[in-house]
């Protein structure tokens, strides 16, 4: 059993309901138990500016699934919200990334564990905090709180349902 940590994200088609409804599915999974979710947050889009600010949370639970597998059921997912990748960081019905598989490290060519970047995005560090314990270690990356000391909310706002 691993735990597991994903990023969700959505700018499209009510972002709020893409997410609640994304993790309605997530649950549903089987093999996929004790799932946790952070706040929801608003937060500026990485790429493009020209589009609509995201929703972004973070999820965990307890899988046996293996790491590919897993990611093929979200992005069944995905693609059940309409999910289209035509541009690089651009706006998206719904966006699923496995942050974390355990303490797993993993570079495949479709799969890389810890999600590159994540220590620089802070609408993935502070949606994780709301999950983890203050000395949770990012596989290669270090302490969850030490990584928070260096990545500012820059805009990030935390949403109040």
């Known amino acids: ?35 946790k979710i952070s706040a929801f947050y608003k937060s500026k ?19 046996s699934m293996p790491a590919e597998q897993l990611l093929d059921e979200l992005h069944k997912i995905e693609n059940l919200h309409g999910r289209v990748r035509t541009e690089h960081w651009g706006a998206r019905t719904l966006d699923l990334d496995i942050l974390m598989y355990g303490s797993e490290v993993i570079k495949t060519d479709r799969l890389t564990i810890p999600h590159k970047g994540i220590n620089e995005r802070n609408f993935v560090l502070y949606p994780l ?19 928070l000391e260096s990545c500012a909310m ?8």
């Open 1 to 35: 059993m691993a735990q597991v940590y994903i990023g969700l994200g959505s700018n499209l088609e009510n972002p709020l309901g893409q997410i609640e409804q994304a993790l309605k599915k997530l649950i549903a999974i089987k093999g996929i138990d004790k799932v």
């Open 45 to 63: 889009p990485m790429g493009p500016q020209n589009q609509p600010d995201y929703i972004n949370a973070v999820a965990s639970f307890i899988t």
């Open 129 to 147: 905090n709301d999950l983890a314990d203050s000395d949770f270690e990012i596989p290669t990356l270090g302490k969850l709180k030490d990584l």
């Open 154 to 161: 820059d805009g990030l706002q935390r949403l109040d349902k």
